[in-house]
């Protein structure tokens, strides 16, 4: 009897340690199923943000964005002329090829958005938003070397860029050719007016002045086929004739070589501009764009 009893109590204990062992097992295995399930979605919910992508959600772009009702700080117009490495150029406004792609590359570099010269128009005047960081490539007089050297540069750091360009000087050794200006204008570069001859227009009459201004565009859109909106005052010259003169000639942008950011406070034909020189270095360029001073 007492045999057969110690055998039960030994048996009940036996069946205890396995029931403990079975409940560790399946305790374990319930711990691994719930974490991987917990991965598995946490994975989810990151997909489905579009970080995994390595895309930014619609709110982090408008975070980004600025329109000039809520910061009128404007936006930085950089003036470039000539790009060359021609040892006979000896301008401050002749830049070497290298010189000035590391200066692209520092805008770049400092997370700056080129905008067109449309997006500019409705930054200033119909308060769409642009990105924060945001300034214009442009240049003046339309020199051959603006395709040869400064094209490539930009298509290479995809940026956009504006071109005034002088509608009578189009001959094909120092400035561009009409061709070489259609197929910049077909790329996306923005071609605009820096008048049809590059007379001063302040010692123009009223008349005089707005042939000049009509001619060139008329002759650069029939070029292009399509819209030319902006000009940019040779030498940066005009008079109280000039602002009049370009609206009738039915532009809606007028840009000078002041010193400063193009904001909604100015007139929408006396827009500032930054003109860049060789002695410019890429830490120059930062402070440009941040604050102006150099
Ligand atoms: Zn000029």
Do not use: W
């Not at 400035?175 to 820096?194: A, F, Q, R």
Request: proline share 3%; aromatic share 10%; net charge positive.
């Amino acid at each position: 009897m007492r045999k057969r009893r110690r055998k039960k109590r030994r048996s009940n204990k036996k069946f205890i340690r396995i029931s403990q062992i079975m409940i560790g097992i399946i305790l374990v295995v319930g711990i691994i199923i719930a974490f991987n399930q917990y991965r598995i979605n946490k994975d989810k919910i990151v997909y489905s943000n579009d970080v995994a992508n390595g895309q930014s959600s619609d709110s982090d772009n408008k975070s980004n964005e600025v329109t000039a009702a809520e910061d009128n700080k404007g936006v930085p117009v950089l003036c470039f002329h000539s790009i060359s490495d021609d040892p006979k150029a000896k301008s401050s406004i002749v830049i070497p090829k290298d010189k000035f792609k590391q200066d692209l590359q520092a805008v770049k570099d400092y997370g700056y958005t080129t905008l067109t010269i449309a997006q500019l128009n409705d930054y200033l005047f119909n308060n769409k938003p642009i990105p924060k960081k945001s300034v214009v490539i442009s240049f003046d007089d339309g020199y051959k070397d603006n395709y040869t050297n400064a094209f490539p540069i930009l298509k290479e750091l995809n940026m956009n860029a504006t071109i005034f360009v002088i509608s009578s000087y189009l001959d094909g050794q120092v400035y561009m050719t009409p061709d070489e200006v259609k197929e910049l204008s077909n790329y996306g570069i923005d071609i605009e007016s820096h008048t049809f001859d590059h007379k001063q227009l302040s010692t123009l009459s009223y008349d005089e002045q707005y042939k000049e201004l009509k001619d060139s565009k008329d002759s650069l859109e029939k070029l292009i086929g399509k819209p030319v909106t902006a000009i940019a005052y040779p030498e940066g010259k005009y008079n109280d004739d000039t602002k009049k003169a370009v609206v009738e000639a039915g532009y809606s942008m007028g840009f000078t070589i002041e010193r400063g950011y193009a904001d909604k406070d100015d007139s929408r034909v006396l827009l500032n501009r930054i003109c860049i020189d060789y002695t410019y270095k890429p830490s120059d360029i930062k402070k440009v764009l941040e604050n102006l001073r150099k």
